[in-house]
């Protein structure tokens, strides 16, 4: 890893107001999307943004925290006045009950599950190519084709969905019209699932 990707800045871009991230290697990447950062990936250039439409102090509560994930692992963030904290925070985050959190710890560039999971794909590809019997070989084609095509796609689309979510802020429309709870309702109750019974031998 080069030493210039231990160095990351943080602040806010004075012609677009948005609250920028440039620099740093996957692992920061991964901390920054996990602390609500958007990737934006340009033709010679990545770097990340806050999401839209948030305020001030949202803002700065966001770029603060990530500051603090950052540091505590040692990376060296030039950071605004604004968004400097002497505080180290661990970045790790379990999955948490919002569909964009869940969908980043799937993306996350650096250590997602999808990530482990095309490496798992790889090291399982080429122990099949060295097992030596006849069906190995194609049986890694496969498994390489599924890691370098297959993968790819979903790792892509799901983080186009993650990007777009991340941008949205509003509760659910659905959660609007949630019943208020009681002991008694008349509400009609939607058709029961199936129950679905084993096949018998």
């Known amino acids: 890893m080069a030493f210039a990707d231990r160095f990351l800045t ?29 990737p934006v990936v340009r033709l010679h250039e990545t770097y990340h943004r806050l999401p839209i439409g948030l305020d001030i102090a949202e803002e700065e509560r966001l770029a603060a925290r990530a500051v603090a994930r950052l540091r505590a692992v040692r990376y ?18 379990p999955l948490g009950a919002l569909v964009a959190d869940a969908l980043t710890e799937l993306t996350a560039s650096h250590d997602g ?19 030596g019997q006849a069906p190995d070989p194609h049986t890694a084609k496969r498994l390489q084709y599924l ?6 796609v979903i790792r892509s689309d799901l983080t186009h969905t993650r990007n777009d979510l ?24 939607p058709p029961s699932a199936p129950v679905l019974h084993p096949r018998r031998a």
């Open 76 to 93: 060296h963030v030039d950071a605004d006045d604004a968004f400097d904290t002497e505080t180290r925070e661990a970045h790790y985050q």
């Open 147 to 152: 890691g370098e095509h297959r993968l790819g």
């Open 10 to 38: 943080l602040g806010r871009d004075e012609h677009s107001g948005e609250v920028l991230a440039r620099g740093g290697d996957p692992e920061a990447h991964s901390i920054l999307q996990r602390t609500g950062f958007v």
């Open 166 to 189: 991340a941008d949205r802020h509003q509760n659910h429309p659905s959660a609007a019209r949630a019943p208020p709870t009681s002991g008694r309702t008349n509400a009609k109750l």
């Open 113 to 131: 599950v999808l990530i482990a999971l095309g490496e798992v794909l790889t090291a399982t590809a080429a122990f099949y190519q060295g097992l």
